[in-house]
């Protein structure tokens, strides 16, 4: 069974300028959460989908954003992007539903603003 | 503020010690713990998870004790290993909403 796959691997991108990472789920899952890596802050929730619904949100600005498809492949945006924006972007899939179930993580996006 | 503490941060182990990384926690709606290990350049992967209804699991040489009253949790990896070497991560969830909140992850160098 593949594991969740995130595109691209590095990004290099400018101040003010937008970003878009790409998450493909576990197949079956139907949860997908976004986390920023950073070394200051560790690792902090960013957002969560359910069938296509942001069912949970961190504490982060809106110039955050996602979404996700009708295949569960979810997506996230990052505009106006700022210096502080440079991170490891993670998404873990889970199958969902209304109890904790185990989230399985990809191996990231690096973003790195210049 | 932190949801979840986690020490030490870093942590030097002979071949065949035992490692223990410990997690407090405040939130007692906390009702998921699991724990992951990191290695550079990867994703967190899960190791093992608990919840407040068992006071430990084990899972090979995995083992996780819980103190709900305390609100403690810890990791003891038994026969350290140098292949055990990486980050790794406590976290806290709560039924109903699937976002974790993470320690800040403790560095393990196991010597040969």
């Known amino acids: 069974k593949a594991g969740v796959t995130q595109t691209p691997r590095y990004l290099i991108k400018t101040r003010g300028q937008q970003v878009t990472l790409s998450c493909s789920p576990i197949?079956?899952?139907?949860?997908v959460s976004w986390y920023q890596q950073t070394p200051g802050q560790g690792l902090q929730f960013l957002f969560e989908?359910?069938?296509?619904?942001?069912?949970n949100k961190g504490n982060f600005p809106g110039r955050f954003s996602g979404r996700q498809f009708s295949n569960s492949r979810s997506e996230m945006n990052v505009s106006t992007l700022e210096l502080g924006d440079s991170a490891l972007y993670l998404c873990a899939s889970s199958l969902g539903g209304t109890s904790n179930q185990p989230q399985h993580f990809g191996d990231g996006t690096r973003l790195s603003i210049l | 503020q932190q949801q979840v503490k986690q020490s030490p941060q870093s942590l030097i182990v002979q071949k065949g010690g035992i490692s223990i990384i410990n997690c407090a926690y405040e939130?007692?709606?906390?009702?998921?713990f699991p724990w992951y290990q990191q290695f550079p350049g990867k994703g967190p992967a899960l190791l093992i998870a608990i919840r407040p209804d068992v006071s430990e699991k084990k899972e090979g040489r995995f083992t996780i004790s819980f103190n709900k009253s305390a609100k403690q949790f810890s990791l003891h990896i038994m026969d350290s290993q140098p292949g055990d070497s990486a980050t790794y991560f406590c976290a806290a969830g709560q039924t109903g909403a699937n976002n974790l909140f993470f320690g800040t992850g403790t560095r393990l160098t196991v010597i040969p």
């Open positions: 989908y359910f069938s296509e619904t942001q069912r």
């Open positions: 197949s079956g899952h139907r949860s």
């Open positions: 939130n007692t709606a906390f009702d998921y």
